[in-house]
């Protein structure tokens, strides 16, 4: 299926041949990250951001800027007249009549479909709730295809709270698109929801379950660590229960693969030490960078 005019809301909604047409554009774009590429001059990407976020936005802003784009939106919803009480559907409602493109995040599961659903503008999904980032997850797996140069056959280790980690939800998904095996790392009480294992299951995702590192490590050729997502708990006391229960150090490290990549989403809190940046497996700021290319990709496909 062609990328132009189309919504990204889902990882559900791409296919491994979208991806890899996605991927060849990104690698292209790579050479354009700097020296920018003018060829979506005169379009407009809205921001609607109602939820925080550094990389995700200013990746958006900068690869849109690249392409000789403009970009018009907010970063927050103070300041904007949703103040004033108005609808998430009369704010999509504008800014579908001001720009090209919307780029929406939102702390609410299924924010994005419905701004699909309201918008004549492809929608483009920065993140809704715990469930879905797939934007991420197309950075997330560029990384891996970038520095490993294949995602087939690979061991992935999947580190932290699988519950209520957007980006994992949406990995996951999008793994489950090649032929991979994934050690699932965490507290019993973090592991992803059932509906998403039973979905990448359906898909042959092959998985395995532990909860401590050291049963996993040493097979593993990609380490993906997360945060706690505690913003997402519903009860403080469950995340009192799980706080700290995992953190990555240099030392926590000694028995991986020489050539094993960790790679994290960022923010990181204290699950994610900063002596492992030091080390010859840190590729988590290489895989920010790669942001940008991978957004300007998707921002022309979608666009052109
Ligand atoms: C993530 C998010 O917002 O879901 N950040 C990001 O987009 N890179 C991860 C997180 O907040 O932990």
Do not use: C
């Not at 800014?95 to 702390?107: E, G, K």
């Not at 790669?290 to 666009?303: C, D, I, K, N, T």
């Amino acid at each position: 299926m062609s990328w132009r005019g189309r919504d990204v809301v889902s990882m559900r909604d791409f296919s491994r041949g979208d991806l890899e047409v996605l991927f060849e554009r990104a690698r292209e774009m790579e050479r354009y990250a700097r020296s920018g590429l003018d060829v979506l001059r005169g379009r407009v990407m809205a921001v609607a951001f109602f939820e925080p976020s550094t990389r995700t936005r200013l990746s958006f802003e900068t690869a849109m800027k690249r392409l000789g784009g403009e970009v018009v939106g907010f970063s927050s919803a103070e300041g904007t007249s949703v103040e004033k009480g108005e609808t998430f559907s009369d704010t999509i409602r504008m800014l579908d009549a001001y720009a090209d493109v919307i780029v929406v995040r939102h702390r609410l599961e299924g924010a994005a479909r419905l701004a699909a659903e309201i918008a004549q503008s492809p929608v483009v999904n920065a993140g809704d709730g715990s469930f879905n980032h797939p934007t991420q997850a197309m950075l997330d797996l560029y990384t891996i295809w970038r520095e490993k140069g294949r995602i087939d056959g690979l061991k992935i280790g999947i580190m932290g709270d699988l519950k209520y980690a957007r980006t994992v939800n949406s990995l996951l998904e999008g793994l489950s698109l090649f032929d991979v095996e994934i050690a699932l790392i965490s507290p019993e009480f973090l592991r992803p929801r059932q509906e998403t294992l039973d979905y990448v299951q359906s898909r042959g995702l092959r998985l395995r379950a532990y909860t401590r590192l050291e049963e996993a490590l040493g097979e593993l050729d990609v380490l993906y660590v997360v945060r706690i997502q505690k913003e997402r708990f519903l009860d403080p006391l469950e995340f009192e229960r799980v706080k700290g229960s995992y953190k990555l150090t240099a030392e926590s490290l000694r028995g991986a693969k020489d050539d094993l990549i960790v790679l994290h989403p960022l923010p990181r809190v204290d699950e994610l030490d900063a002596s492992v940046d030091r080390t010859r497996h840190a590729a988590y700021f290489r895989q920010a960078a790669y942001g940008v290319p991978l957004r300007m990709a998707l921002l022309s496909l979608v666009l052109s």
